[in-house]
């Protein structure tokens, strides 16, 4: 069990263990006597989304980082994967992002990436964590063999075209209307650019940060706003980025959502198409909706699904050599291009596919019919509610009932104290009595946080 990291870095409430300077410092201090490896002055790159709580973070991790030796190069508001990229970049030896993704402005956490922009193992995760427990000022130097620190100022433009990069040359988006959220978030700023720089007609909404309004009724998770756009301005297609933007939600000219599932299928059939799909297969994970696996399956590819974060999804295709994976939420990773899941390189895979089909977003998506999913979190107050033999009975029933034409998942959150249950089937009244047997025990049992 790890103390501070989850399923996605360090993440909690902003200012309160462990996302408290304190911790923070020691935990730079830990991660960087781990990468520094007897190097002189190693680089680290840190970059933030737009939470006031940034402000505060920030300077602890670079306490920290300088503490042990190396040198900081500060990015200020970016998205996440531009953190990933400009590690390599850079040539860098580390890569930092403070941001807690689609979580209200009063979280906040951090994402480490390794010197190839991949986010960092649980076993390194482990040992740096062992470090914290052990010392928390551990590999500190003389005042001599400081760090230092500075902006780069340029840091938005690398990320702006190497984003423009990944879209077909030949192409252009003129003509199109789109609508853009940015959250208030990290993508505030480059999101527009890279759409209006390659020729579309670009409204911005969700652009407009203030430090408490990132996610907050907008975004990847509240797509709402975005889809009363869509239609009163009659564009052709909407565009959802998270805080931190390495996740897309797409909204087609109807108003209708594209969820990460639907989006994926477009770019593999159309991958397929070219040739360009490696490995047979896409990779998602235990919430990939069962109708998408379907779909795979009658074009001859192979649905690998690996535990519930992008961080598990991006080590397999790396470790199997695919380049096509993601999540239902909306995490698209695309390895020929990038290392994590990057919502502007998805967004501009669709709008190839559309330009080059000459399709209407509608058109396009919706390619295969979603199996119904009933999701529930639940809000626990004791440790373990999953270890309860009586929950687990309740949970192997629950399996045996749906047998092979459905699907369950019961996971502890890695950000929050919530039992997130999921279950698939092809009926949806079933699937409610299902999840609700599953929460009744854990009722009974004093679990659930009333």
Same mark, same amino acid.
């Given at each position: ?34 990468? *520094? ?160 720089e390659l020729g579309a007609d670009v409204i911005s909404i969700g652009d407009q940060p203030d430090g408490f309004n990132i996610n907050h009724e907008c975004g990847a998770t509240n797509v709402s706003a975005l889809q009363e ?53 896409v990779v998602g994970t235990s919430m990939t909706n069962l109708g998408f696996e379907r779909f795979l399956d009658n074009l001859g590819l192979r649905l690998i699904r690996t535990p519930v974060g992008d961080r598990y999804v ?67 107050? *004791? ?9 687990? *009975? ?55 946080? *009333?």
């Open positions: 069990m790890r103390k501070f990291f989850g399923t996605d870095g360090m993440r909690g409430r902003a200012n309160a263990a462990p996302m408290t300077p304190d911790i923070i410092m020691k935990v730079a201090v830990a991660t960087g006597s781990y990468f *520094k490896k007897g190097r002189t002055h190693p680089k680290v790159v840190i970059g933030k989304d737009t939470r006031l709580s940034g402000y505060m973070i920030e300077p602890a991790l670079v306490s920290g980082f300088v503490g042990v030796g190396m040198d900081v190069m500060l990015v200020g508001p970016l998205p996440t994967p531009a953190i990933s990229m400009l590690v390599r970049s850079l040539r860098a030896d580390l890569g930092v992002m403070i941001s807690a993704s689609h979580n209200p402005h009063e979280d906040n956490g951090i994402k480490l990436f390794d010197r190839d922009g991949f986010k960092l193992s649980d076993q390194v995760e482990r040992e740096i964590e062992a470090r914290v427990m052990e010392d928390g000022l551990y590999g500190l130097v003389p005042a001599s063999e400081l760090g230092r620190a500075k902006r780069l100022e340029d840091a938005p433009g690398r990320y702006i075209e190497f984003v423009k990069s990944t879209f077909p040359k030949h192409l252009r988006l003129d003509g199109l209307k789109i609508i853009l959220d940015c959250a208030h978030g990290a993508a505030y700023k480059v999101a527009p650019t890279v759409f209006w756009a869509v239609l009163y301005h009659q564009a052709d297609v909407g565009i959802a980025l998270d805080g931190d933007a390495d996740r897309i939600v797409m909204i087609d000219e109807k108003g209708k959502i594209l969820d990460g599932d639907q989006l994926l299928a477009v770019i593999a059939k159309a991958w397929l198409e070219k040739d360009t799909l490696r490995g047979n297969c991006s080590e397999y295709m790396r470790t199997h050599q695919c380049n096509v994976g993601g999540e239902q939420s909306g995490h698209i990773i695309l390895s020929d291009y990038a290392r994590t899941g990057d919502g502007l390189v998805g967004a501009l895979q669709i709008l190839a596919v559309m330009v080059e089909k000459q399709k209407r977003t509608s058109e396009l998506s919706h390619i295969f019919t979603p199996f119904p999913q009933v999701l529930k979190n639940i809000r626990f107050q *004791k440790e373990a509610p999953l270890e309860d033999p009586d929950v687990q *009975k309740a949970i192997e029933t629950a399996i045996e009932k749906l047998g092979l034409d459905g699907s369950l998942v019961v996971r502890k959150s890695g950000t929050e104290p919530l039992i997130r249950l999921m279950a698939q089937g092809e009926n949806e009244d079933f699937l409610h009595h299902i999840i609700d047997d599953i929460i009744f025990i854990m009722d009974r049992q004093g679990f659930i946080q *009333k």
